[in-house]
T-cell receptor, first 115, second 110 residues
Framework: GAGVSQSPSNKVTEKGKDVELRCDPI?????LYWYRQRLGQGLEFLIY????????KSGLPSDRFSAERTGESVSTLTIQRTQQEDSAVYLC?????????????FGPGTRLTVL | KNEVEQSPQNLTAQEGEFITINCSYS?????LHWLQQHPGGGIVSLFM???GKKKHGRLIATINIQEKHSSLHITASHPRDSAVYIC????????????FGKGTKLSVKP
């Protein structure tokens, strides 16, 4: 079946603008994760959704970042008033459960460039 | 100090060589992942383990929970193994987030 998909694949925006990044997880996967990878840096956890539970937002770097998920399907990561330091590849992953045995499947990422 | 440290940062090998990448972590964990990131950016999960050893083809991953250390081995390395290998740990008690190492960039020359 289809893997995790993300859109857009590339986004160039001007400083101060808002952006929305979309993630379509694998059908049936209840857990969904957002990560960020800045140039030359390791991956950073941003936010995690598991079913209808309250999301774990502990990785969001500022209140300009927010994410929503509709049921167990699509998720949108929104960055308001973008800054140049927000430039990064934003990766989404999903797994069929949040249990410790659950393998995460990664999407191709959205490359965000803030000018 | 990072909670997850990988070594080496960069590794160049000749085709056919046996390769070892190391990962040390400082937090209690419930699981450890090894991921592969190709030059195009795509990430693939190679292993997820909480104890012992796992093998898949030419790849072997081991973990020593007491020593807080894991190794990824590649036997008979091939140029197509060239990628960044990332160690990530799931802290014990966490809801699911991972803490990532900075990765090891492997280049296998023909």
């Amino acid at each position: 079946g289809a893997g995790v998909s993300q859109s857009p694949s590339n986004k160039v925006t001007e400083k101060g603008k808002d952006v929305e990044l979309r993630c379509d997880p694998i059908s049936g996967h209840t857990a969904l994760y957002w990560y960020r990878q800045r140039l030359g840096q390791g991956l950073e956890f941003l936010i995690y959704f598991q079913g209808n539970s309250a999301p774990d937002k502990s990785g969001l770097p500022s209140d300009r970042f927010s994410a929503e998920r509709t049921g167990e399907s699509v998720s949108t990561l929104t960055i308001q008033r973008t800054q140049q330091e927000d430039s990064a590849v934003y990766l989404c992953a999903s797994s069929w459960t949040s249990g410790i045995i659950a393998e995460q499947f990664f999407g191709p990422g959205t490359r965000l460039t803030v000018l | 100090k990072n909670e997850v440290e990988q070594s080496p940062q960069n590794l160049t090998a000749q085709e056919g060589e046996f390769i070892t990448i190391n990962c040390s972590y400082s937090v209690g964990i419930s699981a450890l992942h090894w991921l592969q990131q190709h030059p195009g950016g795509g990430i693939v999960s190679l292993f997820m383990l909480s104890s012992g050893k796992k093998k898949h083809g030419r790849l072997i991953a081991t973990i020593n929970i007491q020593e807080k250390h894991s190794s990824l081995h590649i036997t008979a390395s091939h140029p197509r193994d060239s990628a960044v290998y990332i160690c990530a740990v799931r802290p014990g008690g966490s809801q699911g987030n991972l803490i990532f190492g900075k990765g090891t960039k492997l280049s296998v020359k023909p």
